[in-house]
Nanobody
């Protein structure tokens, strides 16, 4: 059974940093691309970042490129999202997800088949 558990969310002031983690279990983590999504209050969920199986290829939404970094440790079955220079508009629930098809740079939700429960990030001005 696939399990994805996010952690590391919290409250931070604008300009601050947070590092999210997603611990994966129940499947061969190193063989799947992974991604981060977020859902701001009252808005639809949106893709944030995506990473290839070995970590060599990464993709980012325009809104976070240059501030967020996605990475993974396949030995620890863990996905990360380093978020720097946070802005109030980054406030959202953040989810990690397993990418099972369409391995390009898009963030179509139907291409992700397993999701974590989410972790809340709140950025104050």
């Amino acid at each position: 059974q696939v399990h994805l558990v996010e952690s590391g969310g919290g409250s931070v002031q604008a300009g601050g940093s947070l590092r999210l983690s997603c611990e994966a279990s129940g499947f061969p983590f190193s063989t799947y691309r992974m991604g981060w999504f977020r859902q701001p209050p009252g808005k639809e969920r949106e893709g944030v970042a995506k990473i290839s199986t070995g970590g060599a290829s990464t993709y980012y939404a325009d809104s976070v490129r240059g501030r967020f970094t996605i990475s993974r440790n396949n030995g620890k079955n863990t996905l990360y999202l380093q978020m720097n220079n946070l802005k109030p508009e980054d406030t959202a629930t953040y989810y990690c997800a397993r990418n099972f098809r369409n391995l390009g740079p898009s963030f179509r939700e139907p291409d992700f088949d397993s999701w974590g429960q989410g972790t809340q990030v709140t950025v104050s001005s």
